[in-house]
């Protein structure tokens, strides 16, 4: 179990450590102050020995707590000094802190119904939690929330914190009079908090409101920011006139690429290429989930922005088969252990089907792919690139400047790289893997090494002994990946690829690989794509977690427009999905396609032209039109009607057909079904029941069954849903029952739950006479 500094000191942003255990870029100490994500509050990013940590995650039995790193450089029993952003840390903290505060005065000033709802999320930019709300958002009662919580932090109220007596692993906060569970970290005093502001966020479903906090001072640079692209280290590509900020994010990368004159690094003027090429790659090593995806959607994206731009572009896409195999997937035969550490183009391919390891996945990853991507991607494979000598010549050239290379990455690392380092790993020519040669010297260009145990985390790659020579320029081997990316830019003339944003830090293998490209090779740093991962409930997406979500699984539920189209929105907003949550991405995505076709208007003409270039750039071979059925009332209505054509005729009825995309209704019908059927939480299931049970009947007042009586005579008339939501007011004066007991009334005795769809169009869509017939049985 690893010791959580965090909650012994919350401020403790410094300490020293030993390595328990590794496995690929997963490392776990046995004490840390970096937060694992939970409970709503985003893990901690920062430093382990100069390499960056790119996430802080939990195990799956919670004991452990797994520090992913970009390039681990230690092994389990190393002792490393570990270092967190703290800047990021305490601004999560406040947040963290104020969104239980914020919390208390929402159901003080709404209601005690007023309650959030689990999978929030609090980073250092924002707290975005979702509350149940059973009626429209006032907001001017939102402000009055705000004001109390600014009130109630300028009274400087001491935090308090503790572990449960008998279950240390349960915690508690209290401030004032506000007491809760909480297992996050928080500041010791409002007083560090600041003032806060409090907005209405995006849709978030029936039913339900999503208010976002921000610190004051964020809030401020927020909207300064929030439409320019990312640029820290690439802040000197200059951007246009003010109008630039209405451009979508992909045209202004497409503009930064083209109008760039100078080297980043240097001053070397850029001469303009005859040719644009965009890069995209994945490694085959790990697990095809729909994250895999965005690397190339996005690159497609600024593939595309080029070309609209009107430039000449093109799009590749490189497979990194050179990685070893770490460990033994499930489905793989456990005597695939005798192949860790070989790189997975040299081992035979599990199923049978394809040459190689490599091959097979590669044919897998393009049977998803093209489903998801308007162009047909150029392939490349680097273990072919070396075999074939194109890599020669940037071997060469990586080779003879060996000093400057290790001259750049020494200035981002505690440690400097040990005498003897080499940027070129050798394949072992025994055994054939490539993580277990030690290198032990060089001699007329030549390296020579020992095959030794390479220990992961669960493997361990064992070493032949053997004792050999390597010859670069034969390419039986690769460059380490801080100098083969920059060599990559350079032989496919690459002049933008995007990265995760763990890569935006300047001691990252990006920017390390930029400034040997510039320095070293003499060739301009690609403009970076950088973007946010996508989170699964608010929790980093990870095979050990068992949260993957896999394209196969999306496109039972999902169209690859959809993925497009949240891939496609702002590069570094965190955001995270849930299935729970696909009905409001439907209906974002809806509300752009009726703006892209003038049905809607945006809140002005810049917010107008994003969303229209946003929803362009989320189609596949043509736009789709508006689709008048929205995903959640697809998803009540494959719940009460036995066959599509039923469903047909209903809408027809209600208005909600047009023949034009009849294919495309029945494709949501189908795609709502699979949701409800795998996917939806217990509240969205309907059954309509035949009659009303003596156990609902039981939890019914005189008042209640009078209403339904009431109502069961008034569906006997023809009324649309209008006309049949003035019948429910009429009935609620005349009974005088309240509202809330009418409707908790209606859906009991329909579907056997206290809340359900909008019950007007519920009812129609269910069928007047089929409801009646229910509700006269109570």
């Not at 150029?378 to 273990?383: A, H, L, P, Q, V």
């Not at 055994?431 to 361990?460: L, N, V």
């Not at 107008?608 to 071979?621: D, G, N, V």
């Not at 056997?752 to 519920?762: M, V």
Request: proline share 4%.
């Amino acid at each position: 179990m690893t010791a959580k500094l965090f909650y012994q000191n919350p401020y403790q942003a410094e300490f020293e450590a030993k390595v328990v255990e590794i496995s690929g870029s997963n490392v776990v100490l046995d004490q840390t102050c970096f937060f694992p994500q939970g409970g709503g509050q985003v893990g901690d990013t920062g430093e382990l020995n100069g390499v960056r940590v790119i996430d802080t995650i939990k195990s799956e039995d919670k004991k452990k707590i797994i520090h992913v790193l970009e390039k681990p450089a230690f092994k389990a029993g190393d002792k490393v000094k570990g270092k967190i952003d703290w800047e990021r840390r305490y601004k999560t903290m406040k947040l963290h802190s104020v969104s239980h505060i914020v919390m208390y005065f929402m159901k003080e000033v709404f209601g005690d119904w007023c309650t959030a709802l689990p999978a929030a999320l609090v980073d250092d930019k924002k707290d975005r939690s979702t509350y149940n709300f059973k009626e429209p958002l006032n907001m001017e009662k939102l402000k009055l929330v705000e004001k109390k919580t600014n009130d109630f932090i300028a009274k400087n109220v001491d935090v308090k914190t503790w572990a449960d007596a008998k279950n240390p692993d349960y915690r508690y906060w209290k401030c004032g009079d506000i007491e809760l569970p909480c297992g996050g970290t928080s500041v010791k005093n409002t007083k560090e908090i600041g003032r806060i502001i409090i907005e209405k966020g995006k849709k978030a479903g029936t039913g339900k409101e999503k208010i976002e906090t921000m610190l004051a001072d964020n809030a401020k640079v927020e909207v300064v920011q929030k439409t320019e692209p990312v640029k820290k280290e690439s802040a000197k590509i200059k951007k246009d006139a003010e109008g630039e900020k209405s451009l979508f994010w992909a045209d202004q990368i497409a503009q930064q690429i083209i109008t760039r004159k100078k080297f980043h690094f240097t001053d070397d003027a850029i001469n303009p290429p005859k040719e644009y090429v965009v890069k995209t790659s994945a490694s085959l090593s790990g697990v095809l989930h729909i994250g895999r995806l965005s690397d190339t959607i996005r690159g497609e994206s600024v593939y595309r922005a080029l070309k609209d731009a009107g430039v000449k572009a093109r799009i590749i896409w490189v497979a990194e088969d050179m990685d070893p195999l770490r460990k033994v997937p499930e489905g793989v035969p456990k005597n695939y252990v005798d192949y860790i550490g070989t790189p997975v183009t040299d081992i035979p391919d599990p199923h049978g089907c394809h040459k190689s390891y490599a091959d097979h996945h590669v044919a897998e990853y393009f049977e998803v792919i093209d489903q998801f991507v308007n162009e047909k991607l150029e392939k490349f494979s680097m273990r072919a690139e070396y075999k074939k000598g194109n890599f020669k010549p940037y071997i060469k050239q990586i080779l003879e400047h060996a000093k400057e290379v290790i001259e750049i990455q020494n200035k981002f690392r505690e440690k400097p790289l040990a005498d003897g380092w080499s940027p070129w790993t050798p394949i072992c020519e025994n055994c054939g893997k490539i993580i277990t040669p030690k290198i032990t010297g060089f001699k007329d260009g030549k390296i020579y090494y020992k095959c030794q145990d390479y220990a992961f985390e669960k493997y361990t790659a064992k070493g032949c002994g053997y004792e050999g020579v390597n010859d670069p320029m034969k390419g039986n081997g690769k460059l380490m990946w801080k100098s083969e990316w920059a060599t990559q830019w350079v032989r496919w003339n690459v002049c933008s690829e995007g990265a995760g944003k763990e890569y935006e830090s300047k001691n990252s293998a990006f920017w390390i690989n930029a400034e040997i490209a510039e320095k070293v090779m003499k060739y301009p740093m690609p403009v970076p794509i950088f973007y946010e991962h996508l989170m699964i409930d608010g929790v980093k997406m990870s095979a050990s977690l068992g949260n993957v979500i896999y394209p196969r699984d999306w496109l039972l539920a999902g169209t690859p427009q959809l993925l497009r189209f949240l891939y496609n929105k702002k590069l570094m907003k965190t955001r995270s999905f849930s299935w729970k949550e696909l009905p409001v991405l439907y209906d974002d995505y809806d509300e752009h396609a009726q703006i892209y076709f003038g049905l809607k208007k945006a809140g002005n003409e810049k917010e107008e032209a994003h969303a229209k270039r946003l929803y362009e750039m989320s189609q596949l071979k043509g736009i789709q039109k508006p689709i008048p059925v929205r995903f959640s009332y697809a998803a009540e209505l494959v719940q009460v009607f036995r066959t599509d054509a039923d469903i047909i005729e209903s809408l027809k009825s209600t208005g909600h057909y047009n023949k034009e995309v009849h294919n495309e209704i029945v494709q949501r019908l189908n795609l709502a079904r699979n949701w409800i059927e795998k996917y939806a939480p217990e509240e969205v299931k309907i059954k309509v029941a035949e009659k009303v049970s003596p156990e609902i009947k039981a939890k019914l007042s005189p008042a209640q069954i009078s209403a339904l009586k009431m109502l069961a005579s008034v569906l006997e008339k023809k009324l649309n849903e209008t006309e049949l939501s003035e019948e429910f007011k009429r009935i609620i004066a005349e009974t005088k029952v309240s509202p809330q007991d009418f409707y908790k009334a209606c859906y009991l005795a329909i579907i056997g739950k206290e809340r359900g769809p909008k019950l007007a169009g519920f009812i129609i869509a269910v069928g007047k006479e089929r409801v009646a017939k229910v509700l006269k049985s109570v």
